[in-house]
């Protein structure tokens, strides 16, 4: 996967590989560039474009050469998830793997159209596709893209046009983020969907399971 720093030419690529070396010893050199810079020094910087948004710019370029470069060899689950502590609303959708290019592209364009006060790199991570119904990856290999914005900063103008640009390439929305899609959207998007609606319908037909965001998103 790799994170693209708005009004930059720089990514942050990172690469996992399977290997039978030992795990490295969890430094405190390492652990300060994970918590400290990472997170704490990042939270400051989110905080001042948070108080000035005019600030966005200049701190995704500090922080595109500001991101620590380390190797570390440890346990999966250890090192698949990293820690998150600054606070931010995210939309992410899957395309099709042979678009990503062109959707950056288009996302770096509309960024410096609007000139959106964001600072969060834009986030890009490829998928092979699987078998699962209501899967973003559903029968296609996918690259998932999502967009960020700090905690406590107006988001919706810009996920709007990140909404846009995605569906113009196919997107599918990642259902633990947010989207703005009905059912009458899904149906044209996920090949099953009709299927699973027929069965949720059948298996919980007072709607025992579902909640406002659920009503809308599968018409009920």
Request: charged share 25%; proline share 6%.
């Amino acid at each position: 996967e790799l994170y693209w720093f708005v009004y930059t030419d720089m990514v942050q690529a990172k690469f996992m590989q399977i290997t039978q070396e030992p795990a490295t010893k969890n430094s405190a050199w390492n652990q300060f560039k994970k918590i400290g810079i990472e997170n704490g020094l990042f939270w400051l910087l989110s905080e001042g474009c948070r108080l000035f948004p005019q600030l966005c710019a200049p701190v995704s370029k500090l922080s595109a050469r500001a991101v620590p470069d380390m190797e570390e060899v440890g346990a999966s689950h250890k090192l698949f998830a990293t820690p998150r502590w600054v606070r931010f609303s995210e939309m992410e959708y899957s395309v099709p793997a042979d678009k990503m290019q062109e959707v950056v592209q288009e996302i770096r364009e509309c960024i410096q159209k609007h000139r959106f006060a964001v600072h969060f790199p834009i986030e890009c991570r490829y998928v092979k596709g699987d078998e699962i119904w209501l899967s973003p990856a559903y029968k296609r290999d996918s690259a998932y893209i999502a967009v960020h914005m700090y905690k406590g900063m107006p988001y919706k103008a810009y996920f709007q046009e990140m909404e846009r640009v995605f569906l113009k390439y196919d997107g599918r929305p990642h259902w633990g983020k947010l989207h703005e899609l009905t059912a009458t959207d899904l149906q044209e998007r996920l090949p099953m969907w009709s299927q699973f609606i027929a069965i949720r319908k059948e298996l919980d037909p007072n709607g025992l399971f579902l909640n406002p965001y659920l009503s809308r998103l599968f018409g009920v």
